[in-house]
């Protein structure tokens, strides 16, 4: 199984500052038609989880352009700008190149 | 509009079996995969498996093999997952989450449900 692995973030994070959520895979996830197979999700409190970007860098549909996705085969990176009461809750990575599907552990963000 | 409305939260006796369902609205299931997911605060999210609604096509993660059963009924737009021989570890809530065979990513999910197990 691939295993995802997620950075914590220094909470609390002042608002209005920048945040950045590492996550690494054990496999890379750059499949041979040029798409890598790495997205994003929140879990806000009490909530299912919300899609943030997928194909590692693609911004879902009504997701906020202070999000963004980068990275390389293993490494990612979700980088929140300009961060908002609202983002608070915990961040997800997850695999979608091949079955099983796997999960990040999680990082929680927290706003001071 | 699109919406997996799932069913109520559950309590069960250890040993006991427990159904889950998820009424899809705002779209026919036979056009996308549907996924199951359980989460556990201190364990994060794990896949439990999809089916493919059209023809009863499943896919397990091998933890899962033995404990989940997912099932659809097209007649009533309505997947279904059924657990078995529940244990303390089976405490968690259970999303549902779609999913179209063309984009990799789950872009809706149901609002959970509950299942507690305790003696």
């Known amino acids: 199984d691939i295993v995802m692995t997620q950075g914590a973030l220094p909470n609390p994070v002042p608002s209005g500052e920048s945040a950045s959520i590492t996550c690494q895979s054990s496999?890379?996830?750059?499949?041979?038609?040029?798409?890598?197979?790495l997205n994003w999700y929140l879990q806000r409190p009490g909530q299912s989880p919300q899609l943030l970007i997928y194909?590692?860098?693609t911004r879902a549909s009504g997701v906020s352009d202070r999000f963004s996705g980068s990275g390389s085969g293993t490494d990612f990176t979700l980088k929140i700008s300009r961060v908002e009461a609202e983002d608070v809750g915990v961040y997800y990575c997850q695999q979608f190149l091949e079955f099983p599907l796997t999960f990040g552990s999680g990082t929680k963000l927290e706003i001071k | 509009e699109v919406q997996l409305q799932q069913s109520g939260p559950e309590l069960r006796r250890p040993g006991s079996s427990v159904k889950l369902s998820c009424k899809a609205s705002?779209?026919?299931?036979?056009?996308?995969?549907m996924h199951w997911v359980k989460h556990r605060p201190e364990h994060g999210l794990e896949w439990i498996g999809w089916i493919d609604p059209e023809d009863g096509e499943t896919k397990y993660a091998q933890k899962f093999q033995s404990k989940a059963t997912l099932t659809a009924d097209t007649s009533s737009n309505t997947a279904y997952m059924q657990l078995s021989s529940l244990t303390s570890e089976d405490t968690a809530t259970y999303f549902c989450?779609?999913?179209?065979?063309?984009?990799?990513?789950?872009?809706?999910w149901g609002q959970g449900v509950m299942v507690t197990v305790s003696s």
């Open positions: 194909w590692m860098s």
């Open positions: 496999k890379s996830l750059l499949y041979s038609d040029g798409k890598t197979y």
């Open positions: 705002g779209y026919s299931i036979t056009d996308y995969l």
């Open positions: 989450a779609r999913h179209d065979g063309t984009y990799y990513y789950h872009d809706y």
